[in-house]
Structure formats: C-alpha cells, structure tokens
C-alpha cells in the first residue's frame, strides 16, 4: 500500500482517514482498497484510457441490452407474468412523467430518453454494490468499480441531460423563440415598436434582456449540480461503506448496504426526474 | 496543528448543518399535512423524497469539497 501512495501521491485523498480508522484494528497482510477520488485505469485501447468505471458502465450497458432483447422476443398478446410486470412499471413511469408534463402526449415523446437515463443510473448504482465490485484485482487495482462513482460517467450525464433538453426545445418551439428565451433581441426590438402604446416598455424590456442572459449562467447550474448530486451520494456511499467495513466487518455493514439500495434508487429518480422538468420547461413558451 | 484537517472537518460540518434543518423542515411539513389528511400520504410520499433530495445534494456538495481538500 505505501508503493501505491507515493505513486497516486495527489489522488490518495482518503488514505490518511482510513489508514487511521483501520490501523489499530488490523495491520493487514493483503492490501485495502483504498479509496481514491479518481477511477484508476486498467490498460489502454490506443491512446484512449479504460478505467475500471468505464468497464462497469460497459458491463451495466451489456446488461440492459440483455433484458431489452429478453423483453423484445417474449411479448405476445396475452401477457405473461413478466411482460405484466414490466407494462405496470411503465404504466407508472408514464403515470408519474403526466404529473410533471401534464401532457400524455410530450412524456410518450420524451419518455424514452428519461426511462433510459433512470435505468442506466439505477443499474450503474447497483453495480457498485454487488459483490465482486472492487474486490476482484487485475494488477493491484480493482477490475471493476461502480460506474457512477466516477465523475466523468455523471458529468458525461449531466451534459447530455442538458443538452438534450435544449434540444428538444428548439424542436419543439423552433429555433428564434427558443434562442430569444437567452438573448431576448426579441424585447430589445420591441422597445421601438411599441413604446407608443405602453412607455412602461423601455423599463421593463432590458430587464428581461439582462433575465435572459442570467438564464445561460443558470444552464450551466444545473449542469453542475446534476452532475455533483448524483456522483457525490454514489461515491460518498462507497467510501462509507469501505470505512464501515474496515472497521467491523461483520453484520455492521448491513444496515448502510440497505441504506446505498436506497440512495441507489432515489438518486436515479431525481436525476431522471429532473432531466425531465427540464425538458419540459425547455418546450413551454416564453409566458408573458 | 493541523489545517488541513481542520478544513475538513469545518467544510463538512458547517455544510452539513443547513441542509439538515431543511430536511427537517420538509419532513415537519409533510407530518403535519399528513396529519391533516390521511388519504394524501400517497401523494404526498414522492415530492417530500424529491425535495429532501435536493436539500441533501447541498450538503453532498459540502462532502465534495471536504473531500477535495488536501
């Protein structure tokens, strides 16, 4: 372990907590897997760097196309028990996206992207609580590790959250509204048009120009902060976890892997929720 | 003595302190509309996760930097 902290000198940020929560209790003969804020890379495909989070992403994508060629073969016209089960989950899922949209028709339109976005994260959450994950070593560092718990997966996320959700409104509401929701040219212009009728417009419009603007900033928030919710709760569960575990190993533990089932499923939900409402507010029109 | 650590443990625990009272204000809110009116638990079980949820990312934010922190 002292070879590994020399060498990951900037990135061993937790290895001074765990080495001090760890070190009475036992001096291990095998190595800890510490914990590290970056995914450690495993071997390279050309010039580009395969971490171990990036495999388990590639094992979580493998496992939905699984379950999407299982459901594809096995639906009929008279369901069986799990092409019920998988309707009513839709069924919900539609359910709960008309309380945002209030539009059965945009969620059937949008409802690919966010079903997906959901079951993409709660997969990756989950994968970095089965066992094996971290555990199985291939040249020192870990084979696998949860998807999620790298930022580059969830900022990856957040940008195509984001960028999707501007997408789709320029489809929807067309592009010279959609772009005067930013830089509103829209209100400058009608300060000479209509200062006639209401001369309250030359006060009023370069505040919502100045609005306008602050919106871009805002877009760029959520980007963040999509991306930071969802990596910070998966990866600090992981490092909860590690620590519980060093300390007492047995039983202890059970209780926080309840706990990261759970965190797993509520992030995935808000992330995909969210990714919703924005898209949603992307396809409104400007009220007046 | 050392700063660093010190940082650390003021980052998470002045960033942990806010989101815990919204949390708990949201839970207070919704016990008591529940209270009000039973037959809404259902509805009101998810928007309370999802705002809690949101309130919780703040002190996740929090946990980042003290993390970060070297």
């Not at chain 2, 050392?2 to 949201?26: D, M, R, S, Y």
Request: proline residues 4%; neutral net charge; aromatic residues 10%.
């Amino acid at each position: 372990m002292s070879q590994d902290n020399e060498s990951h000198q900037p990135n061993n940020i937790l290895d001074n907590e765990e080495h001090d929560v760890a070190t009475e209790e036992h001096h291990d003969a095998h190595t800890e897997h510490e914990h590290t804020l970056y995914s450690e890379p495993l071997f390279n495909i050309g010039q580009f760097r395969v971490t171990n989070s990036l495999l388990t992403s590639w094992v979580a994508v493998f496992l939905v196309i699984l379950l999407s060629i299982a459901i594809r073969k096995k639906t009929k016209k008279i369901p069986g028990v799990f092409q019920g089960i998988i309707e009513k989950v839709v069924e919900g899922a539609l359910d709960m996206m008309d309380m945002v949209t209030n539009d059965r028709k945009k969620s059937k339109k949008i409802f690919p992207i966010i079903f997906s976005i959901f079951i993409f994260i709660l997969i990756n959450n989950w994968l970095g609580l089965f066992p094996g994950i971290g555990s199985i070593t291939y040249n020192g560092t870990a084979l696998f590790r949860g998807g999620t718990a790298d930022l580059n997966t969830t900022l990856a996320l957040g940008l195509f959250g984001v960028i999707a959700a501007n997408v789709f409104g320029i489809i929807m509401v067309g592009g010279w509204k959609y772009f005067n929701k930013f830089v509103n040219i829209k209100a400058i212009i009608d300060i000479p048009r209509k200062i006639k009728k209401e001369p309250t417009i030359v006060l009023i419009n370069p505040i919502q120009f100045f609005v306008g603007i602050v919106e871009i900033i805002s877009e760029v928030a959520k980007i963040a902060s999509l991306s930071f919710r969802l990596f910070g709760n998966v990866f600090a569960g992981e490092v909860l976890l590690a620590s519980i575990s060093a300390m007492i190993a047995w039983g202890v533990p059970l209780p926080f892997m309840f706990l990261e089932i759970i965190v797993g499923i509520i992030q995935a939900l808000i992330f995909a929720v969210l990714t919703l409402v924005y898209f949603t507010i992307a396809a409104t029109e400007h009220e007046h | 003595m050392e700063l660093t650590l010190l940082a650390k443990a003021i980052a998470i625990a002045v960033g942990g302190f806010a989101p815990a009272l919204a949390i708990g204000k949201i839970g207070a809110k919704a016990m008591e509309s529940i209270g009000r009116n039973p037959e809404s638990t259902s509805k009101i079980l998810v928007p309370m996760l999802l705002v809690s949820a949101f309130a919780e990312a703040i002190a996740i934010y929090a946990l980042i930097i003290a993390f970060s922190i070297k």
